[in-house]
């Protein structure tokens, strides 16, 4: 029995081989799916049980990684969950995960509606595939907001006779990565002590006080050693995920209908809970009315619930103003990791001691008025549910009895999403510990916290979107032994309205495109789109003609003739024209005025003088806010791309080849070098069709899977070698050539040269001045005269250096065994530049705390890296080339062991299948960058840092 089912299981894997072009060759597209022998683009589709294999997060973006050549993922943090307020821009939201394809982020369709991801979150159990779409007619067909490239994810169908049920449940846990540390207690006043020293002070410590802080007490009064790090903050948090999928039909009807949770707790250690919780639920029903006439109905919802502390404390707390409420973020995260590194841990006690006078709240100083303890504890928390619901629904109509191949699909959607956050905005006293010459001390009340407390919640933020969408195809689809034709005429019309944002956001797009082949050889594909958006009041339908044509020669009498080991072999480009709306404010064509009722008076003065003053009335007066530019237009993105495709031995071998070649023609950008201010008021400027960029690159991508009798395996690696040029930019009219940023790649880095250090006095007045600080030391840095005048300054700043990597690349490995399998994906970056210019590498002066970094610096006499000082040389922490370092990386991303249960050979006869399952993501990170993510600097420093993730489940189907 179990050889009859190992023989079985090679005959999958080797038909699965041989059929590997049918498997791919159709690509899901939105309102349609394409025969990919037929297409000249180069989209490439993943599977759903691609994603799957992808552990320990709620962000369906991070599993794409290291799966498409061309595409770049990159992840900034690691906050538990999804937030809808990514898009918006306001209370320190941005997006968790990028990401980008030949230069550009892209955007994201799901079954055929424009998205905010941020606002879906779907589980990979409820993705049956995800369509990459890259080229320039794919593109062309889905309007202005698609000209980055797009990513369509198509959920899960049922099938008609069939009943399938799928049960998943998996667990695990995340450890922070890369978090930096900081000093704290006996070795911050040593180093104070020694950075003093170098700024000719006298030390503040003396030994005994060192002494005594080097007992670590966080609630000694006058030595105190708080480790805040270690009282707020975990290394990991838990995860789950549980969830059900059913699916079936008859022969007019099928069914689809999933629930899915997911939950993640956080690494606060005190204060209410913090955690993220989601339900996520999807159905959709087609139903076959008649010969002629189908139809789908679909229902997206989600419902997210985040409980968190609030931190800081603001009197306008239910202001929806960043101005006025400085304590509202997305997260609180930032604000906490701020605190826990920048304060000493000397500067105060958590508690005061209580007495007849004092009884609860938290000491502070005056220096730093913020008590992390008391903020995570007493500032209050905060429930918030965000509740998101999608519904659609088509139908399709076969018009085959008067034309055969003639359809039509009338498409139309809704959805909406909607955050309130609700919770209690308190506050606690705080008291400042004054000592006497006596060596005895007194509490003063500070007036930096005031005790408040709340009965019950109330509102603290808010946001709504909702989106209509409609659409409407007619096609026409002909195949006959010599010819291949497939055209249609689409239209679809959008209207988006987001809060904060006063203009709704509205597209309408028409595309006619065809598809034709000759003889299954000679290929033509066009789509020709016109686009309107609501950003314009003129120049508001530009036309997008984009052409592609490809040659298969593997079905040439000549080639067949020489016996090659190609199985097929195609050639291909597209180029055109297509136009880019980056969501940009309304109405930037045309003149805005605005009016203001205060400030100076002017005018006669009851006094008889002329110029007035705000003692008198205030006058009304209009001003331009904005000077339109009647020929303004949308950006424009003029592209051409060439590939090959290439498929051998017997299908085990696939290779595939694209060039591309982008040019960024006018991005909406309001000039402030090449134009004069107008009327002295620089924010009237004219926005302009002005800068221009090029990207160009290789997208490379070689897979090869084989059978070796119970043994199975494929391997595929991908690498992007990417490259940009300035072509022209709204930039000062610099005197020197090395200022410029025109001709240099987008990611150019600028700073002064490095040319050593100052050696001595003597060094320091035979060379050059340096124009940073009043007076220089030995040991600070030197830089070079670009400019030869003589001196060195802001004048003498150059490209230094490359912030976009040359290449990128991932691996990824799959091997079998019987019932076993491994999965292992790896990612990696080439070839460019990181300043370490960040707070980890830059701070310490006055009496902050110090970074790791700095310490281990200061120890060891022979670093190369500025003495730490009390006060701040402005002259070592320019940025120059000494401050980069090679970012290039590779990571282990993910990994996964699974076991197939023989459910057949083990008599368990009403289970399908069993699959145990262990991921793990990113384990390994290799990198000259040691104690921060050169992914992102800033994870685990400002914002929450990256995860190590280990989950083990199990999936059943019945």
């Known amino acids: 029995m179990v050889k009859k089912r190992n023989i079985i299981i090679i005959l999958t894997w080797a038909v699965a081989i041989a059929a590997f072009a049918q498997k791919r060759d159709t690509i899901p597209l939105p309102f349609n799916d394409v025969v990919k022998r037929y297409t000249t683009g180069s989209s490439v589709v993943i599977t759903g049980e691609e994603l799957e294999r992808y552990s320990g997060g709620s962000d369906i973006r991070n599993a794409l990684t290291g799966l498409v050549a061309g595409i770049e993922v990159t992840e900034h943090h690691g906050a538990p969950g999804m937030t809808a307020l990514e898009r918006i821009n306001r209370w320190g939201a941005g997006t968790k995960t990028d990401i980008t394809g030949r230069g550009k982020t892209l955007m994201y369709m799901v079954d055929g509606v424009p998205v905010d991801i941020a606002e879906t979150p779907l589980d990979p159990q409820e993705i049956e595939t995800v369509t990459i779409i890259k080229d320039v007619v794919e593109k062309a067909l889905y309007g202005a907001f698609a000209a980055n490239g797009i990513v369509f994810i198509k959920t899960k169908k049922g099938h008609y006779n069939e009943r399938t049920l799928q049960v998943n449940v998996e667990s695990g846990i995340n450890y922070a990565d890369r978090m930096p540390t900081y000093t704290t207690g006996a070795d911050y006043a040593r180093l104070n002590n020694l950075a003093r020293r170098n700024s000719g002070l006298e030390p503040l410590y003396s030994e005994n006080d060192i002494a005594a802080y080097a007992r670590n007490n966080p609630y000694d009064t006058l030595y105190p050693s708080v480790n805040f790090r270690d009282m707020l903050l975990k290394e990991s948090y838990n995860y789950n995920r549980i969830n059900i999928a059913t699916g079936g039909g008859s022969n007019n009807i099928r069914y689809y209908a999933f629930l899915g949770y997911t939950g993640e707790g956080d690494i606060l250690k005190i204060g209410p809970v913090s955690r993220y919780d989601r339900v996520n639920l999807n159905s959709n029903l087609d139903v076959k009315l008649n010969d002629f006439v189908t139809s789908r109905f679909g229902i997206f919802s989600s419902i997210s619930y985040r409980k968190a502390p609030n931190y800081g404390y603001s009197p306008n707390y239910a202001s929806e103003d960043e101005n006025s409420n400085t304590t509202l973020g997305v997260y609180e995260f930032p604000s906490i990791i701020q605190n826990v590194n920048l304060i000493p841990g000397i500067s105060f006690p958590v508690y005061p001691i209580e007495t007849e006078n004092i009884s609860g709240g938290y000491v502070v100083s005056d220096l730093f008025q913020q008590n992390p303890v008391g903020n995570i504890m007493d500032n209050g928390y905060y429930n918030e549910s ?172 000549f080639i067949k003739e020489l016996s090659l080991p190609i199985d097929f072999l195609k050639i291909k480009t597209e180029a055109g024209l297509l136009h880019y709306d980056g969501s940009m404010s309304a109405y930037r064509d045309i003149d805005n005025f605005s009016w203001q009722t205060n400030g100076q008076a002017f005018g006669p003065h009851v006094n008889n003088q002329w110029f007035g003053s705000t003692v008198s009335g205030n006058v009304v007066r209009i001003y331009p806010s904005l000077i339109g530019n009647p020929h303004l237009r949308l950006e424009q993105r003029k592209e051409f791309v060439a590939g090959l495709e290439m498929k051998a031995l017997n299908y085990r071998l696939n290779f595939d080849a694209n060039y591309y070649n982008s040019l960024t023609d006018g991005p909406v950008t309001q000039v402030t070098n090449v134009l004069p201010s107008m009327l002295g008021y620089g924010d009237a400027n004219p926005w302009m069709n002005y800068n221009r960029t090029r990207y160009y690159g290789f997208e490379l ?73 009043a007076e220089l030391n030995p040991g600070d840095m030197k830089y070079t005269d670009m400019n030869g005048d003589g001196v060195i300054d802001d004048n003498d700043r150059c490209m230094i250096g490359n912030s976009t990597p040359k290449l990128f690349f991932g691996l990824n490995l799959h091997l079998g065994y019987k019932n076993v399998e491994c999965t292992l994906t790896a990612t990696g970056r080439a070839f460019y530049d990181i300043a370490l210019s960040n707070s980890y590498y830059w701070s310490g002066w006055g009496d902050n705390n110090y970074s790791k970094f700095i310490y281990d610096n200061a120890a060891n006499p022979d670093s190369r890296y500025p003495k730490p000082a009390y006060y701040k040389s402005n002259n070592n922490y320019k940025l120059s080339d000494f401050w980069l370092e090679k970012g290039d990386f590779v990571k282990i991303q993910n990994v996964e062991i699974a076991y197939n249960m023989p459910v057949k050979v083990w008599n368990i006869h009403f289970i399908k299948g069993i699959k145990l399952y262990f991921h793990a993501s990113n384990i390994l990170t290799l990198s000259k960058i040691k104690d921060l993510d050169p992914e992102d600097m800033d994870a685990g420093l400002t914002e929450y840092p990256l995860f190590k993730s280990f989950v083990g489940g199990i999936k059943l189907n019945f």
């Open 701 to 773: 991508a070689l897979g090869y899977r084989d059978v070796c009798g119970d043994f199975r395996y494929g391997v595929n690696a991908h690498a992007t070698i990417q490259s940009s040029r300035v072509l022209r930019t709204d930039e000062l009219n610099y005197p020197y050539d090395y200022m410029k940023r025109t001709g240099l790649p987008a990611g150019a880095i600028f700073g002064l040269k490095y040319a050593g250090k100052f050696a001595s006095d003597d060094d320091i007045r035979q060379s050059l001045p340096q124009l940073f600080d």
């Open 386 to 557: 965000t509740r998101r619901g999608l519904m659609y629904a088509d139908i399709n109509m076969d018009f085959g009895f008067l034309l055969k191949g003639l359809s039509a699909q009338i498409y139309g959607s809704f959805d909406a999403t909607n955050l309130v956050r609700l919770g209690k905005a308190e506050n606690y006293d705080a008291y400042i510990i004054v000592k006497d010459l006596a060596g005895g001390y007194s509490y003063q009340k500070s007036s930096s916290h005031t005790v408040s407390t709340m009965a019950n919640k109330t509102k603290l933020a808010d946001y709504l979107s909702q989106r209509f969408f409609g659409a409407f195809k007619a096609a026409w689809n002909h195949k006959t032994d010599d010819h291949y034709i497939d055209m249609a005429l689409t239209s679809f019309i959008t209207k988006r309205t987001l809060k904060f944002i006063t203009e709704h956001r509205r597209e309408v797009t028409t595309t006619y495109s065809a598809r034709y082949a000759y003889k299954d050889r000679y290929l033509f594909q066009t789509a020709l789109s016109l686009t309107g958006t609501y950003s314009l009041a003129n120049n508001r339908y530009p036309f997008s003609p984009t052409f592609g044509a490809g040659w298969i020669f593997s079905e040439e009498d």
